[in-house]
């Protein structure tokens, strides 16, 4: 092992060794943040589930579980186990379909942003309806809830607005005006969201006085965003079916992710980061996976299986990857 150390030292000179300590302690650092053991390509599909009729546009692991909730097309919400496939919950009294899920960061409430203009507020154990969430006014795109405060929670919509609620009161705290529609958001601390939208701007928002605190131009059309474990990435999609890696510290592209065959499933495409932030998972139109390395500049790991376009995705902070389309939830290992 010293060995090949040395040999790659002097092979790299001078330049190549700052850029190699750079780029591995940068590795081991935002892994230590992350607080997540390295993470490894999933390679075959463990488990297929039936879950539901019409598409499944919506993924997500309760926080430091494998329990996987699904929403779809069928008005309900499941909750799964990922390691079984087995179902353990349904969530009923959905109107319209479910666009985007979320979970509080106690795992106590799942909330689910509807094309019905409203979200719905369940309690997580028994499954008990605590609120609908009114007051949008056209589809609801996103929501997310804060990592920090168990009771905040941020909503997008068609209406071009972003809202806060109060899960305690079930009331809206604040609405953010925005000049182009956001499609999708994530919170990056307690108080700051991030939001993609259709004019292809990445927008940072402080949710205290619903300013835009920066405007970053990320794509033609921003179609998701997704927060890393650790919050120091974000990683955006777009129409022109490319995945764009930002940190956070910065606010500049780390990574920039394409392939040939890889497209973006309109809105409805949601990539993921690996608990470690390692990889990126992305669905393709042509139903693959497309799974990229972070610090390694290779090829990307393609997941073949699903018989139409990949919706949606979420990586297990346990492990298993899952990835949904029209009617099925795949589980990779």
């Given at each position: 092992m010293y060995e090949e150390m040395v040999l790659k030292l002097k092979t790299a000179g001078v330049g190549g060794i700052q850029h190699n300590a750079q780029q591995e302690a940068d590795g081991i650092i935002r892994r230590s943040e992350a607080g997540y053991m390295e993470t490894l390509i999933p390679s075959t599909c463990t488990i297929t589930i039936r879950a539901h009729?019409?598409?499944?546009?919506s993924l997500m692991f309760e926080h430091n579980s494998d329990k996987l909730i699904s929403g779809g097309q069928d008005q309900t919400v499941k909750i799964w186990g990922a390691y079984t496939g087995a179902l353990t919950s349904t969530l009923h009294g959905v109107l319209g379909s479910v666009n985007d899920l979320a979970v509080t960061n106690d795992n106590k409430f799942v909330v689910a942003a509807c094309s019905s203009n409203k979200l719905f507020v369940w309690e997580v154990n028994g499954g008990r309806p605590r609120h609908t969430l009114t007051g949008h006014t056209k589809n609801v795109s996103s929501v997310d809830a804060s990592w920090v405060k168990s009771f905040v929670v941020a909503s997008s919509s068609n209406d071009r607005t972003i809202k806060i609620w109060d899960l305690q009161t079930g009331f809206c705290k604040s609405t953010i005006m925005s000049a182009s529609n956001p499609n999708s958001l994530a919170f990056i601390d307690g108080d700051i969201i991030?939001?993609?939208h259709?004019?292809?701007n990445l927008r940072l928002w402080d949710i205290r006085s619903g300013k835009c605190t920066t405007?970053?131009?990320a794509h033609?059309?921003?179609t998701s965003v997704c927060v890393s474990r650790?919050?120091?990435f974000i990683l955006t999609s777009g129409r022109e079916n490319v995945h764009n890696l930002f940190d956070v510290r910065t606010l500049e592209v780390c990574g920039t992710f394409r392939a040939t065959g890889n497209r973006v499933v309109g809105s409805f495409g949601k990539p993921c980061i690996s608990p470690d932030?390692?990889?990126i998972a992305a669905g393709s139109s042509d139903g693959s996976v497309y799974i990229w390395s972070r610090l390694k500049n290779e090829v990307p790991t393609i997941l073949e299986g699903h018989s139409s376009p990949v919706l949606a995705s979420a990586w297990c902070g346990?492990?298993?990857l899952a990835t949904s389309d029209r009617n099925h939830i795949y589980i990779w290992s």
């Open positions: 009729d019409g598409g499944c546009g991030c939001s993609g259709r004019d292809g405007q970053i131009a033609l059309d921003v650790s919050k120091n932030e390692n990889c346990l492990g298993p």
